[in-house]
């Protein structure tokens, strides 16, 4: 497809960020800026950012493929993210995921029939301290179980915008792009910031009830170059290994502590006499 005006307008806007010869760094704002048009980055879209860095299409794609947060397949207006990660899981993520895959009947990276809710496992989201905690379109909802979770897509497809616990109010994926791409929504209650809560400050809380502080530092205090440094254990291993890579003619990592070949490069070695 044809992008819009507004978005070649926002593309060259991006791009006059970087410096002249490092347009190519613009890369991933442009990304989120196709995603915002289109939902998710198609072929189109790939081929439109190489298009406007001088870029290949499979360089494009090899930056579009290694970033989860760009969809490569059509996704819902609601991209719910459920943290399964270790401290979520001890706290009953995984029973908040397969409540909600149960209920919507999709699995990972799957879309509901209606179009409206993709639901996806996520690695932690640095958001420990509320576990159970899943994002709608990477905004917060901590401290969820499963009736929490089905009762806020049942009001997602409902057409509510449940309150995020923190931060600003939900916006659909294409609007969230569109942010992600470095624009920001100007309507009401669209950016919003607040104070860490109780949770995120209770090990600083429990340091000062304590008289527990930290070490003081000095910024001024200069950091040795490499090469000034004394050599440490590792860098003495380091070198035992080299050297027995040079005397094997193989890679170090091919080397016994011995500096002898290990059993499977020796296995190998005499195979392919
Ligand atoms: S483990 Fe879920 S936010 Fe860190």
Redesign the pocket.
């Known amino acids: 497809m044809g992008f819009s005006e507004a978005t070649h307008a926002r593309a060259r806007e991006i791009i006059a960020r970087y410096p002249a010869g490092r347009e190519r760094s613009a890369l991933l704002p442009l990304l989120h800026l196709v995603q915002s048009e289109e939902g998710h980055v198609t072929p189109a879209g790939v081929q439109f950012c190489a298009e406007q860095l001088g870029l290949t299409k499979a360089q494009v794609s090899a930056v579009a493929t290694f970033y989860t947060m760009y969809k490569r397949k059509p996704t819902g207006d609601w991209l719910v993210s459920v943290?399964?990660?270790?401290?979520?899981?001890v706290l009953g993520?995984q029973a908040v995921y397969d409540a909600l895959s149960e209920h919507l009947g999709v699995g990972h990276d799957e879309t509901t029939e209606d179009g409206t809710i993709t639901l996806e496992h996520?690695e932690?989201?640095?958001?420990?301290d509320?576990?159970?905690?899943m994002t709608v379109n990477y905004d917060f909802f901590d401290n969820v179980d499963p009736d929490i979770a089905l009762n806020l897509v049942e009001r997602l497809r409902a057409g509510e915008r449940p309150q995020p616990t923190r931060g600003a109010r939900l916006c659909t994926l294409k609007e969230m792009s569109l942010q992600l791409a470095g624009f920001a929504d100007e309507r009401e209650g669209a950016v919003a910031d607040g104070p860490p809560g109780a949770s995120t400050l209770r090990g600083v809380r429990l340091a000062q009830e304590n008289g527990i502080t930290v070490a003081g530092f000095d910024p001024g205090t200069p950091i040795g170059k490499p090469a000034e440094r004394p050599a440490g254990p590792e860098k003495a291993n380091a070198g035992a290994a080299t050297a027995a890579g040079v005397a094997s003619n193989e890679p170090a990592r091919d080397a016994s502590p011995s500096g002898q070949p290990s059993e499977p490069r020796q296995r190998n070695l005499k195979e392919a006499k």
């Open positions: 943290c399964t990660n270790t401290m979520c899981n993520g996520a932690c989201l640095a958001a420990c509320y576990g159970p905690v």
